[in-house]
């Protein structure tokens, strides 16, 4: 960043809370210590802060957090202010406009269960009562919650309003709850991003609340929610630099714009768009979330509009789209062909290791604290001994799965898992050092020469220890290898193992196949690996998207 040739003093505005405190020093600090501009901060009270009552949905007027503050710009108070992102209108409104934003905090959202609430669910008939006033989360996450919750059988939502350390006392202190409501709430639904500032604040002025929060997650069983379930409100986790449009303030627009982030700046930007095309605000069950990554834009767009339009949309936007010639031509051409994975073309038996299950509670002993469990798919979790899951569960240790199929699967065997890849690949960085704080490595769970055919990216966030529990068995011989393997030209691999066998069976395999997809992980990186150039490869989150991606859009 460059240093402003003549710093003046720029007022912030911002509101009152803690958290929206802790978000405007970090922009107040920039300009401060890498730009050399002076700053003075002015904190008021929103009327969302002094309206507790209503939920936000309820409440007559837009931008209850917001409007106030645009006031300010408008009148000359404040040069810029400091939102959180997704509180402000999804269309701007004349005379101000959003200039900048900092790289985005993670977007999920957070799920805090209170440990001693596990008894009181059973007791209930498996019923959850979760804390949350937000339409788009009660009706994304009903179905999710009930089948991913270890003995979850219903779902219930109650409205509440309050800062966070407001909504976790709800939570977690007895003392305060209403008995007119029935039971305790079991659970709570937080942004992640919020909880994420508060824990890895370093200010004195906020030592109070960061413990406050750190306490109430110590003692509550967290799950982070995945965006294919259960996306976003839009611009959830960026924060909104807000300036006025008039000619006198250029300069401030000037500064601020220094600080942005193109890439979150424009995928928020972009989720604001698109819930706004379907009526978005408070009120609306829709959710959106795209993720920008190098290989294109993932877009998770999940509920249902006013007008009872059921929306599901969960896509990669290429960075390299395929080429005209690439495409297939439907009835004309072998159909895409899928080789692992569910539902694929199964190339292996597989053999477990009887030993597997002892030797993993084993290893998470010794880790104590400082390791995970990562479970690259459900059946690479060992069936024996009858103890497992509960041994795993007692032992508290975080559990990270590839994707919500395999948590639905490990949920009905009891398991307890803190959250998932998303299908996006072990490069995704779980970012979980607020609720997991020791946690240096993880305890992989795969299958015994995954080791070998795997891709271990420097870009992951902890080490991964690999713990084989099966093997694999060929099925077959280069001679009695399915027939569909030798004429497919377009095949999506679900496993870097199924392209390997196959290689193995089929001779001058890559030379014949026209287009691999896979997704996003280690099976990207053993088709590079293997010298198949990029615009051969379809990065999809699915076989059924690889599909439509590689037949021509005419014809579809």
């Known amino acids: 960043m460059s240093r402003v040739a003549e710093p003046s003093v720029l007022h912030i505005g911002s509101r009152r809370s803690d958290l929206a405190r802790l978000q405007t020093l970090m922009i107040a600090d920039l300009l401060q210590d890498e730009m050399g501009v002076k700053v003075e901060c002015h904190y008021r009270e929103a009327p969302g802060d002094t309206n507790l009552k209503d939920p936000l949905w309820k409440m007559p007027e837009t931008g209850v957090f917001t409007s106030f503050l645009r006031d300010g710009l408008m009148n000359g108070a404040f040069d810029l202010v400091v939102h959180s992102w997704k509180d402000l209108p999804l ?42 006033s937000s339409p788009r989360r009660q009706f994304n996450l009903t179905p999710f919650l009930e089948s991913v919750v270890p003995g979850v059988t219903s779902v219930q939502f109650r409205d509440v309003r ?54 109430y997650i110590s003692e509550c069983r967290c799950m982070v929610l995945p965006l294919s379930a259960n996306p976003t409100a839009a611009a959830q986790g960026a924060l909104g630099i807000e300036v006025s449009t008039a000619p006198e303030k250029e300069h401030v627009r000037k500064i601020v714009r220094s ?14 768009e698109l819930l706004n095309s379907y009526g978005g605000g408070c009120h609306q069950k829709i959710g959106c979330t795209i993720l920008p990554r190098q290989y294109g834009d993932v877009l998770f767009l999940c509920g249902r509009t006013d007008n009872g339009l059921d929306l599901l949309d969960r896509h990669i936007k290429p960075r390299i789209p395929l080429l005209e010639d690439l495409h297939l031509r439907e009835g004309e051409d072998p159909p895409p062909l899928q080789v692992g994975g569910a539902g694929g073309l199964s190339l292996f038996d597989r053999e477990e290791d009887p030993q597997a299950g002892g030797k993993l509670i084993e290893a998470l002993r010794k880790g104590d604290r400082e390791v995970g469990l990562w479970i690259a798919k459900a059946s690479a979790l060992p069936s024996s001994p009858t103890t497992l899951i509960e041994s795993i569960n007692e032992l508290n240790v975080p559990v990270w799965v590839a994707g919500t199929t395999t948590w639905r699967h490990l949920a009905k065997r009891g398991l307890w898992c803190t959250g998932t890849a998303d299908g996006l690949g072990e490069k995704e960085d779980p970012d979980i050092s607020a609720i997991a704080p020791t946690l240096k490595r993880w305890i992989k769970v795969t299958h015994c020469d995954a080791g070998e055919r795997q891709h271990v990216s420097s870009g992951e966030a902890h080490r991964k220890d690999t713990l084989g529990t099966y ?14 393997l030798k004429t497919a030209t377009h095949i999506f691999w679900g496993s870097g193992s199924a392209y390997a066998e196959a290689v193995r069976l089929v001779e001058d395999l890559n030379n014949r196949v026209e287009v691999h997809g896979c997704g996003p992980g280690h099976t990207f990186d053993a088709l590079r690996d293997a010298g198949i150039p990029e615009e051969r490869i379809v990065i999809v989150l699915n076989f059924s998207e690889f599909v439509d991606r590689v037949y021509k859009p005419k014809t579809r």
């Open 259 to 272: 600080l942005n982030d193109r890439s979150t700046f424009d995928a928020a930007s972009k989720e604001k």
């Open 471 to 484: 093997t694999l068995k060929s099925k077959y011989t280069p001679q009695t290898c399915p027939s569909d």
């Open 91 to 132: 269309a701007e409104e004349s005379g101000t406009t959003v200039v900048a934003t900092l790289p985005r905090a993670d977007p999920r959202d957070l799920l805090l269960i209170r440990r001693d609430a596990i008894e009181e669910m059973t007791s209930e008939g498996g019923k959850l009562i979760v804390l949350s």
């Open 162 to 215: 309050g800062n966070i350390q407001t909504r976790m006392k709800k939570l977690m202190d007895p003392t305060i709850h209403d008995e007119s409501l029935g039971c305790r709430p079991h659970g709570l639904v937080v942004a992640k991003a919020a909880v994420d500032r508060f824990i890895r604040s370093t200010r004195e002025e906020f030592k109070e609340s960061r413990q406050l929060v750190q306490g």
